[in-house]
């Protein structure tokens, strides 16, 4: 699976949208990328992925870059609640990798009043 | 909907004490189900996973064993627990064929004095 980079942590106001970036300059043509958030002492929830084109559910929206190598999660109205690590993963969807999730060091994100 | 619960929620046992963890799945069937590990400040490990009943594949040689012996329960035991077995445990499951979206559990919090 492609390594990501993502910074270690960053903050954001209530109401305000926070956009996480994820680095994955090595990513190959059938990796998706995939984002899960935990919250303390809770386990890590899925949010989204996608492979090339920008998704959108009611969690979040993630803009992945043309050339695939960095993408964005967006939460469009940040929550006291959306305080939480947040992972992103590079992975192909299916295969014999059989659910092994290489789980980084993430991004702590603080959303503030 | 689906669901997954696992117990029990937090856990204290000795050194060389028996351990049994229980996860069950609602609402799905053949799920791939999974345990994995996260130690104090580290990342997600990936235990034990399992395709079908019976069907265990072990990720890393450790104290621990797996075993799956109906369709949607998923049970981690040991026989004698070490002081390294200390951790928050988490079953999760996905689709047959859509590895890369896990819906985790609550966790069970083991400490091993």
């Not at chain 1, 803009?63 to 190598?69: G, L, P, S, Y």
């Not at chain 1, 006291?80 to 994100?109: H, P």
């Not at chain 2, 351990?19 to 069937?29: A, F, N, P, Y």
């Not at chain 2, 390294?84 to 559990?105: K, M, P």
Request: with cysteine.
């Amino acid at each position: 699976d492609a390594k990501t980079t993502q910074p270690p942590s960053m903050d954001c106001a209530e109401g305000r949208a926070a956009n996480l970036p994820c680095n994955h300059s090595t990513i190959s043509g059938n990796e998706y990328v995939y984002w899960y958030r935990q919250i303390h002492s809770q386990g890590p929830q899925y949010i989204i992925h996608g492979l090339k084109n920008n998704e959108t559910n009611e969690m979040a929206s993630l803009i992945i870059t043309e050339d695939r190598k960095s993408s964005t999660l967006i939460l469009p109205h940040a929550t006291l609640r959306d305080t939480a690590v947040y992972y992103c993963i590079v992975r192909v969807a299916g295969g014999t990798s059989y659910g092994k999730l290489t789980f980084g060091q993430g991004t702590i994100l603080t959303v503030h009043p | 909907s689906q669901t997954i619960h696992q117990w029990p929620a937090t856990l204290v046992q000795p050194v060389g004490s028996p351990l049994s963890l229980e996860c069950t799945v609602e609402g799905t069937s053949n799920p791939n189900l999974y345990w994995y590990r996260q130690a104090a400040g580290r990342g997600l490990q990936l235990l034990f996973y399992s395709v079908g009943i019976g069907q265990i594949s072990s990720e890393v040689p450790q104290n621990l064993s797996a075993s799956r012996p109906q369709d949607r329960q998923f049970i981690l035991s040991s026989k004698k627990l070490l002081l390294s077995d200390s951790g928050f445990y988490l079953c999760a499951w996905s689709r047959t064929r859509v590895t890369g979206e896990l819906f985790f559990g609550e966790g069970s919090r083991l400490t091993v004095l």
